[in-house]
């Protein structure tokens, strides 16, 4: 069960922080691009959605076998 709450609790934070850079005036340069500042934040993002992810469906397919 603790293996699917850190899955959830993942694609709860993740997607709000992701946000929140986006709207950092970090993230865009003066010519209105993403700058690498915005860059880096979406592949360490979308790394640990893949993670935590992997870990929920662990989860789930420990607790499904552990129940039969």
Not at 4 to 10: E, K
Not at 11 to 34: E, K, N, Q, Y
Request: glycine share 14%; net charge positive; no cysteine.
């Amino acid at each position: 069960m603790f293996l699917v709450l850190v899955g959830v609790w993942t694609w709860v934070i993740w997607p709000r922080f992701l946000l929140a850079i986006w709207r950092d005036d970090r993230a865009w340069g003066p010519s209105g691009g993403p700058t690498a500042f915005l860059w880096v934040h979406v592949v360490l993002i979308a790394a640990s959605l893949a993670i935590g992810t992997a870990v929920g469906v662990l989860g789930v397919r420990g607790w499904r076998s552990g129940r039969r």
